[in-house]
């Protein structure tokens, strides 16, 4: 991969392209970090009332039934925004663990290997969340943890 950085001062803001052959798995990484590099507040809804979340101080996003929610050290609030479009937006500091439930990676306090598989996540706000099989390997990869293959 090659890196080109233009010094432009008539810009009035930054603009990044890319270039690619094929768009790839490393490509759609990069998009999502700088996409997710970009977010710092997120828009949650208690009854009528629209706060502006810091991504920072959410520590898990989940569905149920129709509805996802933000879990913050107080409260949860609702979204507006489906699950796999808050994944795509926050993959820099989120990490799916089951088909319902992203975690803040950053809030993760311990995690409790089981047996037969059983995996729970200790958040720092005392929250245990089971974290599904099919979601360890990119959870231990997401935290730099066990062997990498």
Do not use: C, P, W
């Amino acid at each position: 991969m090659k890196i080109h950085l233009t010094i432009n001062h008539e810009l009035e803001e930054t603009e990044i392209h890319i270039h690619a052959k094929e768009y790839n798995g490393q490509i759609d990484q990069l998009m999502k970090q700088l996409q997710a590099a970009q977010t710092t507040m997120i828009d949650g809804y208690l009854q009528q009332d629209i706060h502006l979340l810091k991504i920072s101080d959410i520590y898990s996003i989940y569905a149920e039934g129709a509805k996802v929610f933000l879990q913050t050290e107080e409260q949860e609030f609702e979204s507006k925004r489906k699950l796999y479009e808050l994944e795509a937006q926050l993959a820099k500091d989120f990490v799916r663990v089951s088909k319902s439930t992203l975690v803040n990676i950053n809030k993760i306090a311990s995690i409790q290997m089981g047996k037969i598989g059983a995996t729970e996540l200790l958040l720092e706000n005392d929250v245990s969340i089971h974290v599904s099989r099919k979601y360890l390997k990119e959870l231990k990869q997401q935290l730099g943890i066990g062997r990498s293959s």
